[in-house]
DNA sequence: TATGAATGAGAATTCATTCAT
DNA sequence: GATGAATGAATTCTCATTCAT
């Protein structure tokens, strides 16, 4: 990686931490730059303006969801979604700052027209993948004959984007609800 | 009401709608002032910092909280969810205002420790009278056997939390997501 | 005059000065603060912007311009002309730093087109002023008959804008410009 | 030209071009770079300062200035002065952007006391010469026997140097001016 | 010579808050 | 209660200049 790219990660790095831990609300140039060990001035000479920066955050944020969904559309319904619940619980877990952001981003996005285009991709993406997977369960008889794909899609995505604003939740009990998931759903 | 609190009323619902449109990260006193129609002073003189307006408009909200749960036991308990649903769904399509703030409430609770207590026994509350429904309702042989009381709530509260941040929601898709629940729960 | 219009007024005085001495080119909005003995953030109370506050000193520049031309159409053209010269003059001589100021916003009028606009208007009442003159002149048999009354008032107004920008000019040179212009056009 | 000589003078003719836009209070080194198409690193191994960069358009533009004065002394002084006249509006309509720049340098003549000299000198030269032929044209009885040459010069390179900031002028109103010139001082 | 990256010293502007009236 | 004016402390951004390569 060129250094002026290299220094590029890091600064967004940075800066989402910094919103992880303050929230839009409290992001402060300096303080990303501060995290960095580099002048203000040196981060302005990356990203021009803070508008720049917080696009470089979610671009980062945006491709790291790329990937999340796999795509072997031949496996077993009930497995994929499983591992699906497993791997989000599990990056839940491992790096509950990436959910801060991303929440960060939500809430944004209500405001943010151009930040609501690309997040509403991802959900649309999201909800087609999971339909998909529902429909494929319920044609094997995996899953109950009177499933609405597109509702079960709408409940296990809406469980999984609330992880963070379930102030009560524990590990325990988020994998206790994706086995009720997977009990719910079961033919 | 006595002229002073209704002035403060009028600041907070002020606020609260400011949040609504910019979220906290654009909320300005001078904005609130405004929408008001008062001055800035006069403002300052009624709530004597920021802080101070933050807190009135969560006690807003936290207060328009209470009485959501229902609390006659004795009733039917497929009933009492599907109603559940049904109001909160129903105050989310009147109010969207409202689960913005709110929304904005749990992601400053990430950071704001009092907040975060406040919240936490919202939802502790919440969640408890939503076990003790699929408790009753399974002990009544309405719902599954299998149901874990506890799961099950985490879900739906995540679902009906969700609603915001699914950017492709829409109302029957909810309505839809809300009937996969009741259907999924049924024994 | 009401306190915020006082203070107004002794900002764009201070900023007049500030921009005689040092040009837009280094004119400071923490300068003219400091010059009137405000806060900065005081200044900007008055002028939300640097621009605002320029605007402010082209309005006190342009309306200072107003009057300089006398109306009465009777009286003699060769003592018109004579007393217009040596207001100028005794003008130019008194304040200085006036002219520093319009031959700045002349320099910026160029880059400007609101000030074009503006100074355009300025610069075609006085040509016109001065043609009449002339004209008047002629017509009495006190100007010379080959005397082009347009030519001669850009001319004039020519010599009178100069003023500035001839640096080796004295109050004895410039008095001896004006009676010179006086023979020139006399018949 | 050595190749370094022959970049230090692309750069001063951008930073010409980049004043004649946007003044001096406009110039700024890095678009002086990007016009000549180098880094603003590679400038300032030219120029080290701004400073210095500014001093090289002065040079520029002083060094343009001489041989504006033709030396021949034997020759008609009516002719002399009309070819003058003519010369400079030429130029004038020529190359506006010199005008321009050099209208920016008096304005900075006021604050820069180097500055000042170096222009000084040229409108003594300038005034000398003019007097010289105004002498000349009187002692042939080309121009009038009152005439003043020292108040005649001054009249006419106010004229000259005030038509960038007569903005109602044209080359027509120009041309009839001088042609008034040259009537007014005929004996 | 040339350049990408870095920086210190400002620059305008914002904002919550205060105060005299 | 209400307001215009004032302010200290940021905050983002700019700019000439430097430096390692």
Redesign the interface.
């Known amino acids: 990686m060129a250094a002026g790219e290299q220094r590029r990660t890091e600064i967004v790095a940075a800066a989402q931490q910094a919103i992880a831990?303050?929230?839009?609300?409290?992001l402060r140039v300096r303080d990303v730059a501060a995290l960095v060990g580099i002048n203000i001035a040196t981060l302005h000479y990356h990203f021009p303006t803070k508008e720049a920066l917080v696009t470089g955050v979610v671009q980062g944020i945006v491709g790291a969801l790329d990937g999340v969904l796999p795509s072997g559309p031949e496996r077993d319904p009930a497995t994929v979604l499983a591992e699906h619940l497993t791997h989000i619980l599990t990056r839940f877990e491992a790096d509950r700052d990436e959910f801060?952001v991303l929440?960060?981003l939500?809430?944004?996005?209500?405001?943010d027209p151009e930040l609501?285009v690309t997040?509403?991709a991802n959900?649309?993406a999201w909800?087609d993948w999971l339909r998909a997977v529902f429909e494929a369960g319920r044609a094997r008889e995996q899953f109950?004959a009177?499933?609405?794909p597109?509702?079960?899609a709408?409940?296990v995505?809406?469980?999984?984007?609330?992880?963070?604003?379930?102030?009560?939740?524990t590990p325990q009990?988020?994998r206790?609800?994706a086995?009720?998931?997977l009990?719910?759903?079961k033919a």
Do not use: P, T
Request: glycine share 8%; charged share 30%.
């Open positions: 831990r303050q929230g839009f609300e409290g801060v929440n960060e939500y809430a944004r996005a209500g405001r609501h997040l509403l959900d649309v909800a109950r009177d499933l609405d597109d509702a079960a709408a409940l995505i809406g469980f999984l984007k609330s992880l963070l604003v379930q102030l009560d939740m009990r988020s206790a609800a086995d009720e998931i009990r719910a759903v």
